[in-house]
């Protein structure tokens, strides 16, 4: 079965990030380094999102579209990039996400 993982920062988290030294960021992401590494025989592809404030927001409805510079809705939670697995089922991409060791919530989607 093919899920994607999102993988969510909390404001708390990138507060941490942004305040941790230069050395122990560095560790930060060598441990996301790792795990992507060790788990490539499972992923199929993955990507880290540019900052939500870089984004555009396109608002469909009635009428034209509105278009904003910027996430629609201020969050307290921001999707800040995803892999895509290949599993043999959601128990294997929960023992996945368990070891996953940045942000602190990961959403798992099955593909459809």
């Not at 555009?56 to 809705?73: A, I, Q, S, Y």
Request: with cysteine.
């Amino acid at each position: 079965m093919k899920y994607v993982l999102m993988f969510v920062e909390t404001e708390e988290f990138g507060r941490r990030l942004e305040e941790m030294g230069d050395l122990e960021r560095e560790a930060a992401y060598e441990a996301v380094g790792r795990w992507f590494a060790e788990n490539s025989d499972k992923i199929t592809h993955h990507m880290h999102l540019a900052p939500a404030h870089t984004a555009t927001t396109v608002r469909l409805g009635d009428g034209e579209p509105v278009v904003t510079d910027g996430p629609f809705v201020e969050g307290k939670e921001v999707v800040s990039g995803y892999a895509e697995v290949e599993v043999a089922d959601l128990d294997e991409a929960l023992k996945l996400v368990r070891s996953w060791p940045a942000c602190p919530l990961v959403e798992i989607r099955p593909v459809s």
